[in-house]
T-cell receptor, first 112, second 112 residues
């Protein structure tokens, strides 16, 4: 079945710098890849998603890139701000039943 | 405002007791999901429902039960058969199975 690996588990960056989180997936038939942000004590919030028919999608300071050949996708956050500090999760859609398979999460720390 | 409401926010269970977690949505979504989140791990699917009066087991359904009698509601019962129930439980919904999932703010279950 589908497996999603996420790296790094913790990422610390200086405020204003960029942050990149990477995920790999195993099933080449997966076709939907969302990214979620989770703050302490809250549920995950969808921040951006991409489908397999495009290679890149951008929304203000956030972008996601997808490499179907290598089976990996990445989240890019530019000009990081203190409110970007959170845990970020990637996921891939299991093509057999459309259920999401989740990465283990990345704790992003923005240093002032 | 449209959204997903989970209650209670905190719940304590005694040995041998069944407890029920509530999840209500007013987004008119067909699909609903229950996930379990343990520290440092990704989300694991317990049960999901694509339509009223129908639901399927996820990856870790043992010791849990659900019902879907109304479109808006998808309660989760943690039975006494679940030997390690301490976790953060998240409910989500989506318009259909391959559409973005929206989450509630979770219920934290602990053992007395």
């Amino acid at each position: 079945g589908e497996n999603v690996e996420q790296h790094p588990s913790t990422l610390s960056v200086q405020e204003g710098d960029s942050a990149v989180i990477k995920c790999t997936y195993s099933d080449s038939a997966s076709n939907y890849f969302p990214w979620y942000k989770q703050e302490l004590g809250k549920g995950p919030q969808l921040i951006i998603d991409i489908r397999s028919n495009v290679g890149e999608k951008k929304d203000q300071r956030i972008a996601v890139t997808l490499n179907k050949t290598a089976k990996h996708f990445s989240l890019h956050i530019t000009e990081t701000q203190p409110e970007d500090s959170a845990v970020y999760f990637c996921a891939a859609s299991n093509p057999s039943n459309y259920q999401l398979i989740w990465g283990a999460g990345t704790k992003l720390i923005i240093k002032p | 405002d449209g959204g997903i409401t989970q209650s209670p926010k905190y719940l304590f269970r005694k040995e041998g007791q069944n407890v029920t977690l509530s999840c209500e949505q007013n987004l008119n979504h067909d699909a609903m999901y229950w996930y379990r989140q343990d520290p440092g791990q990704g989300l694991r699917l317990i049960y999901y429902s694509q339509i009223v009066n129908d639901f399927q087991k996820g990856d870790i359904a043992e010791g849990y039960s659900v019902s879907r009698e109304k479109k808006e509601s998808f309660p989760l019962t943690v039975t006494s058969a679940q030997k390690n129930p301490t976790a953060f439980y998240l409910c989500a919904s989506s318009g259909q199975s391959n559409q973005p999932q929206h989450f509630g703010d979770g219920t934290r279950l602990s053992i007395l």
